[in-house]
């Protein structure tokens, strides 16, 4: 028979060896978790810097045709902007009413929830114009 201090002694060994282990599944275990979501904000990052805004065209002389063309493009992409204006800040671009707006989607905004008649003129603000946010 062993003596009573021997298998303590080997309990707590036990005891011991058993709590690192567990320590160290826990440290891996948050390891992957933390190399997981280190990978999916740069995939999130990558996305976004190649998203653009899509395409709307361009003049400064509306027609019926024209403005039928842009109603179309922001139905079929305006779904998309809820995705893109959480990651990625547009550039200004000027419609036909001398408004600057925030991008093709603030402008699609416009024609499909606010009933404007407005297409995109230029890149870049308006030269005599006010925000958006003012009308």
Known sequence: MLPQSGLSSTAENARKAGGQITASFHRSVAMKVISSVALLVLASSMWTSFAVDFF?????HMTEELLQKTKALCIKNIQMCWILTYFKVSEP?????????????HLCSGILYEDRTVIKVHDGPCEHSSDESEH
């Open 56 to 60: 709307l065209p361009m003049s400064f």
């Open 93 to 105: 671009i000027c419609g036909s009413n001398q408004v600057t707006y925030g991008g093709e989607c």
